[in-house]
């Protein structure tokens, strides 16, 4: 299992005359999407077996706890997921996107859940 710098060493700053910008795969296996949080909605308390998750924040007011910490992340601002990692997300005001980069095989029933509040199993 990749350590989070091993994760992070893998995205790429390319330097241009115009600005820059970040790769974060290359011809590897990944599976992007972008993920939308209404005001008041909170994912799942849950971890994956099969998968490593980089977020990368696009809006403000998210909410992530992973493990036993809490974080306000900033829009921009790169959270690493290592595989079994609880982790969680919740938007407490306006919408909250994050784009989600999934490296390995990915299956959304990977998910194992420890708390739902929407019921889910």
């Not at 091993?6 to 992007?32: M, S």
């Not at 308390?45 to 990368?56: A, G, I, P």
């Not at 306006?94 to 420890?114: A, H, L």
Request: aromatic share 8%; glycine share 6%; net charge negative.
């Amino acid at each position: 299992m990749p350590t989070e710098q091993e994760i992070r060493d893998k995205i790429l700053l390319d330097k241009r005359p115009w600005g820059f910008f970040k790769q974060y795969a290359h011809n590897q296996q990944v599976t992007v999407k972008i993920i939308t949080v209404t005001e008041g909605g909170i994912l799942s308390s849950q971890s994956h077996q099969n998968r490593d998750e980089l977020w990368v924040v696009l809006d403000a007011g998210l909410k992530v706890e992973l493990d036993d910490k809490e974080i306000f992340p900033e829009p921009g601002d790169e959270i690493v997921i290592p595989k079994r990692t609880v982790h969680r997300m919740s938007c407490a005001k306006g919408s909250c996107r994050v784009m989600e980069v999934s490296f390995g095989v990915f299956d959304e029933n990977d998910i194992v859940r420890y708390e739902d509040v929407y019921g889910r199993k």
